[in-house]
């Protein structure tokens, strides 16, 4: 609870990834993915209730032994490879009780931190906003992009008068990153998605904002993960 308003935090994992089959189940730094999500949404100052979203039962059962409350079984229908992410998110407000908050968190996102999920609840509510989601710097800046023409001429992607010659120089460009969504309930069952005007960003290091979604992403955490606890 923050400031007498409640949060639910929903934690969707469907059992057909194909990318990385049994994805939300891999171990990774001797531990299923999904528990890595669970252990730090479990440490949050502000969750209330934290829950899976699942149609697998192995996913569930696993979830549940580490300690993730599983109050229902998400329809199959809606754990398809073209359900949109939003679906089960607003199944889970449909079938629990009211939340104040809704805290949308991917097991995909194993290095975001209890003090994240924290830190973006106190911005959604300090700023006033409707949603609030988490972002970090890009890399690849897209002021240095082009698009090429059938003749090989370049053209800008991003349009703008000025030409950046230093990096440092470059407008500071931000993306998604997966790691949290946060959401007034009611908001967002009538916008049904977290992305509007009314959007706040909660900045996170890059380190931080890992995004399983192949066999590489996987051996790169496990590189850093056995280089960081040496």
């Known amino acids: 609870m923050i400031e007498g308003k ?3 935090a ?30 730090e949404a479990q440490k949050s100052r502000y969750v209330d209730r ?10 569930i059962q696993v979830a549940k032994n580490w300690g993730c409350e599983v ?23 449909e079938v629990l009780p009211k939340y104040d908050y809704v805290t949308l968190l991917q097991p995909t996102s194993p290095l ?4 994240d999920i924290d830190s973006c609840l106190e911005k959604c509510l300090t700023t006033d906003a409707k949603a609030c989601v988490s972002v970090t710097e890009v890399t690849e800046n897209p002021y240095w992009m082009y698009t090429l023409q059938e003749n090989g001429a370049m053209h800008q992607l991003v349009q703008t008068n000025d030409f950046f010659y230093r ?18 309930s009611e908001w967002l069952q009538k916008s049904r998605s977290f992305l509007s005007c ?32 040496c």
């Open 6 to 8: 409640t949060v639910l």
């Open 10 to 39: 929903i934690m969707p994992a469907r059992g057909g990834s194909k990318g990385i089959p049994r994805k939300n189940l891999r171990e990774v730094g001797g531990k299923p993915l999904i528990a890595w999500t669970i252990e």
């Open 50 to 59: 934290l829950i899976l979203s699942s149609e697998d039962d192995e996913i």
């Open 71 to 93: 109050p229902f079984k998400r329809p199959v229908e809606l754990a398809q490879d073209d359900t949109p992410g939003i679906a089960p998110i607003l199944n889970a407000l």
């Open 112 to 115: 975001r931190q209890a003090d």
């Open 167 to 184: 990096r440092q120089d470059l407008p500071k460009v931000y993306k998604l990153n997966g790691a949290i969504y946060v959401a007034e």
């Open 198 to 229: 009314e959007t706040m960003a909660y900045i996170m290091p890059v380190w931080r904002s890992v995004d399983i979604d192949s066999e590489s992403d996987i051996s790169n955490l496990e590189i850093f993960l056995n280089t960081s606890f």
